[in-house]
C-alpha cells in the first residue's frame, strides 16, 4: 500500500511496518467497534458463529507461537503460526469477527521466556486449547452483546472437547458440532441419579446414571444399527449448479461428559457420503438443539462449514490476512483485526451493489 500510494520510500514503509508491528493503538476497542458493525450490517437472530483454526507458514523460528504444527494452508505438519478465529455468517453475508493466536505449550516453558519477552507476549498469558480459545470468543461476544446469533459451529476439533460444548450450553447458545465418529453416547433417554450418598457410604460429588442402564456406544456404532428406514435423502447446501443432498439420519441420545457423567439430551446427527475410493464414509454431527427441531434445519446445519472457509480463502486472497511481516504478539493482533475492517468493507460494498442491482 505504501508502495502504490507513497512510491518507493524506505523511510515510509518502515514507518508503516512499525505502526503496525509496535504501534500502541488500542486494536480491542476497535475489533469492538467492528463487531457492532457487523451485528448491523449482517445480524439476525439466527445468525451462526463458526470457529476454526488456519495456519500461516513460516521460515525459522523468529515469529510468535511459531512451531512445528498442523497446518492447514499446507494440509500437513509444518513449521508455522496458527491462529483461531470466529466468522459470523447470516442471509445477509458472513465476515471476521475475532481472531485468537494459538501458542502452543512448548511457548511456555523457560527455554522460550526470552522470546516470549522480545515478542511482547503477555505475562499472565497461560496455555489454552483450540477449543478454549473458541469458547472465550464466544463467550466475548455473548458478554458484548453486539451480533446476535443463536448457532455455534466447529469441526470435530471442537466437538471431541466436552468443556466446549459444556461452556457453549452454559451461554444459552446451540451448538452443532462434527464430533469423531468414536464418541460415545447413551441412545434416548437415561435415568440420572444426583450427587449424593453411594452404595458403599462414601458420598457422589457427580450425578450418574442409574444401575441397569445400557452402556456407551460409539455413534459409529449406533449408525450401524440404523434400521435403513431411518435414513432419507436431504439438502444441505446450495449449490452453484443446485442443491447439494446427502443421506442422512437422526437420533436423540444423552451426551457424556467427562468420567462418563451425563451431560443432557442431545441430537446425534449421521451424514452418509463416499470418498475419493468410491468407500462409504460417515460423518457424526452432535447438537443440543430443542427436542423439536426440523430434521432438515439440522440436514442444513451439517453444510454450513463453508462460510468460514468462504472468509479465510477471501481473508487471504484478497485482503492480505496471511501477507505480513510481523514478529511481535502485538503485530499479529493488529495485522488480523486490519484484515477484519477491510473484509467488512468488501462484503459492505457487496451487499450495496446488490440493493442497487434490485432498484
Known amino acids: ?183 460415545r453416547v447413551w441412545v434416548g433417554e437415561v435415568e440420572v441419579e444426583p450427587p449424593g450418598q453411594g452404595p458403599t457410604g462414601r458420598p457422589r460429588k457427580d450425578p450418574r446414571v442409574a444401575p441397569g442402564t445400557p452402556p456407551l456406544q460409539q455413534v459409529r456404532r449406533i449408525a450401524a444399527q440404523l434400521p435403513p428406514q431411518a435414513w432419507r435423502r436431504y439438502v444441505i447446501q446450495e449449490g452453484t449448479k443446485g442443491p447439494i443432498e446427502a443421506t442422512m439420519a437422526f437420533l436423540r441420545v444423552t451426551r457424556s461428559a467427562r468420567k462418563g457423567t451425563p451431560r443432557g439430551p442431545a441430537w446425534a446427527v449421521f451424514r452418509r457420503g463416499h470418498n475419493e475410493k468410491g468407500e462409504e464414509t460417515l460423518k457424526a454431527f452432535l447438537s443440543n438443539a430443542p427436542a423439536g427441531s426440523r430434521h432438515g434445519e439440522l440436514a442444513r446445519l451439517s453444510g454450513m462449514r463453508w462460510p468460514i472457509e468462504t472468509v479465510l480463502e477471501e481473508g487471504k486472497g484478497e485482503v492480505g490476512m496471511d501477507h505480513y511481516e510481523v514478529r511481535t504478539w502485538r503485530g499479529w493482533q493488529h495485522q488480523m483485526t486490519q484484515t477484519f475492517l477491510a473484509h467488512h468493507f468488501l462484503v459492505l460494498m457487496r451487499l450495496e451493489s446488490k440493493k442497487k442491482l434490485r432498484r
Open 1 to 183: 500500500m505504501v508502495l502504490a500510494l507513497v512510491g518507493p520510500d524506505d523511510a515510509a514503509v518502515r514507518a508503516a511496518q512499525q505502526f503496525l508491528g509496535a504501534g500502541a493503538w488500542d486494536d480491542e476497542a476497535i475489533l469492538a467497534r467492528h463487531q457492532l458493525l457487523v451485528g448491523q450490517s449482517l445480524g439476525e437472530p439466527e445468525g451462526m458463529v463458526i470457529v476454526d483454526g488456519s495456519g500461516f507458514p513460516k521460515q525459522g523460528k523468529h515469529s510468535v507461537g511459531v512451531a512445528r504444527q498442523y497446518c492447514g494452508a499446507l494440509g500437513k505438519i509444518a513449521n508455522c503460526q496458527h491462529g483461531v478465529f470466529a466468522v459470523y455468517h447470516s442471509s445477509a453475508g458472513h465476515t471476521f469477527l475475532d481472531r485468537r493466536l494459538y501458542m502452543p505449550q512448548a511457548w511456555f516453558d523457560e527455554a522460550h521466556a526470552p522470546l516470549r519477552q522480545r515478542y511482547g507476549v503477555p505475562p499472565d498469558l497461560e496455555f489454552m486449547t483450540e477449543p478454549m480459545l473458541a469458547l472465550q470468543m464466544v463467550q466475548n461476544l455473548v458478554e458484548h452483546g453486539h451480533v446476535p446469533f443463536r448457532w455455534v459451529l466447529g469441526d470435530e476439533t471442537y466437538g471431541a472437547d466436552p468443556k466446549f460444548l459444556d461452556g457453549v450450553e452454559e451461554l444459552d447458545k446451540c451448538y452443532f458440532v462434527e464430533v469423531p465418529v468414536s464418541t
